[in-house]
């Protein structure tokens, strides 16, 4: 089982930065993969990036690649998605997500690693708000 509680959502400006946390609890040592995705009104759920726990491979939508970076800090158990040069489409709820590894290659990872029907543990989501 998996709990993952984001914080640090915010209304910033836009070129503004936000760094958003996820803190990841588990019951067992199984390896995970940690995904980012946000949804915003009206729109469908999008995966932004996603991190394995046992390698540290991640990979970046290519909307926000420059602009976000996917870290962990494996001593706190916590998710990081630092966002830089905010703009206002990219205002949303976000959301972490989980799912144990199971095994998972590289390449079955890079094909599903932001399709949020791969995931089966969600947090309760973070509002970013960017405006002027």
């Known amino acids: 089982q998996l709990q993952l509680v984001e914080s640090g959502g915010g209304v910033v400006e836009p070129g503004g930065s936000l760094r958003l946390s996820c803190v990841v609890s588990?019951?067992?040592?199984?390896?995970?993969?940690i995904a980012w995705f946000r949804q915003a009104p009206g729109k469908e759920r999008e995966g932004i990036s996603c991190?394995?726990?046992?390698?540290?491979?991640?990979r970046l939508a290519d909307s926000v690649k420059g602009r976000f970076t996917v870290s962990r800090n494996v001593a706190d158990n916590t998710v990081y998605l630092e966002m830089t040069n905010l703009k206002a489409e990219d205002t949303a709820v976000y959301y972490c997500?989980?799912?144990?590894?199971?095994?998972?290659?590289?390449?079955?990872?890079?094909?599903?690693?932001?399709?949020?029907?791969?995931?089966?543990?969600w947090g309760q989501g973070t509002q970013v708000t960017v405006s002027a």
């Open positions: 588990r019951l067992t040592s199984d390896h995970y993969v």
């Open positions: 997500a989980g799912r144990r590894e199971d095994g998972v290659d590289d390449r079955r990872f890079g094909i599903l690693g932001l399709n949020s029907g791969w995931y089966n543990y």
């Open positions: 991190l394995m726990s046992s390698s540290g491979s991640t």
